[in-house]
């Protein structure tokens, strides 16, 4: 089946420092990528909407110059948290879909980061 | 935009007993309905989904039902084992694969032995 693999799992930073999160599709091609955050025992929130080849779309409330995204290639979005703070230390989880494909939507392990 | 509730938000359920999580969405326009399970630590896995033009779907001890006209859908698991223990989150999307996945607050099941 479908493989969305997401590195690093977990990142330890200190804080006003910057960390990139990959997500790759091993096995498909992948026009759109989707970046949850996850707080411990509650809810996936999207963040945004990576689209190959074009601006993010990020959901409200979101700051695009904190969490850059970029989707180069068809099987690889990367996530950067810029200027890190201990309030971004989260679950960040990536998620995608095969291009004109019948299945559903298919997950990354996540990554654990820790800001100190 | 889409709303999504689902409960309960914890159920604990005896071993070999069955377990229901039910959800309900606000947009009636929606058609794409997946249920994942996360454990911890981990990223959510995809264990059966449906679609609007289908009511119900099953695989194996796994059944997912639809009602399109409450707005409503319920995950069904029978025959529960210890490894069943997990977090399980229902989610809604308006056009399956080119839209953003509206996901529940999530259920903590418990299988006691």
């Known amino acids: 089946g479908a493989v969305v693999s997401q590195h690093p799992s977990w990142v330890i930073c200190k804080s006003g420092t910057s960390v990139k999160i990959e997500c790759r599709s091993l096995?498909?091609?992948?026009?759109?990528m989707f970046w949850y955050r996850q707080f411990p025992k509650q809810s996936l929130m999207l963040m945004a909407t990576?689209?190959?080849?074009?601006?993010?779309?990020?959901e409200q409330g979101v700051e695009k110059d904190k969490f850059l995204i970029n989707h180069a290639s068809l099987t690889l979005s990367t996530l950067t948290v810029t200027s890190a703070h201990p309030e971004d230390s989260s679950f960040y989880i990536c998620?995608?879909?095969?291009?004109?494909?019948?299945?559903?939507?298919?997950f990354g392990s996540g990554t654990r980061l820790t800001v100190v | 935009g889409e709303n999504v509730e689902q409960h309960p938000s914890t159920l604990s359920v005896q071993e070999g007993d069955s377990a229901v999580i039910k959800c309900t969405y606000s947009?009636?326009?929606?058609?794409?309905f997946p249920w994942y399970k996360q454990e911890l630590g981990k990223g959510p896995q995809l264990i059966i989904d449906?679609?609007?033009?289908?009511g119900e779907k099953k695989d194996q001890r796994i059944a997912v039902t639809l009602n399109k006209t409450a707005k409503h859908f319920s995950l069904h698991i029978t025959e529960t084992q210890p490894e069943d223990s997990a977090v399980y989150f229902c989610?809604?999307?308006?056009?399956?694969?080119?839209?953003?996945?509206?996901f529940g607050t999530g259920t903590r099941l418990t299988i006691i032995p």
């Open positions: 990576s689209n190959e080849g074009s601006k993010a779309t990020y």
């Open positions: 449906i679609r609007s033009n289908v």
């Open positions: 989610a809604a999307s308006m056009n399956f694969g080119n839209e953003k996945l509206t």
């Open positions: 998620s995608a879909r095969e291009t004109g494909g019948n299945a559903g939507y298919t």
């Open positions: 096995d498909f091609q992948a026009t759109t």
């Open positions: 947009d009636s326009a929606s058609n794409y």
